[in-house]
């Protein structure tokens, strides 16, 4: 039997290559658009990896790396 997967998680990886050099920050809408979300999930996902220490706010709806990422990073 073939493993499944969380494709939550796909989707949450999808939405951290959104970020780069030319794109610093993750807005929502950004988001939304992008992966084919509702402005509502897309949020929750950004939501969540805030909470993960993964994103952080930096203003209302956009969202930069955080210090989890960067530690992932490095």
Known sequence: MATSLNLS????FDAL????????E????LVARELRLSNATAHR?????EVAGVLTVVRRGAYAPG??????GA
């Open 9 to 12: 998680v796909m989707k949450a």
């Open 67 to 72: 210090p989890r990422l960067s530690r992932l």
């Open 17 to 24: 290559d959104l970020l780069d050099e030319t794109r610093p």
């Open 26 to 29: 993750l807005t929502v809408e």
């Open 45 to 49: 996902f950004l939501t969540t990896l």
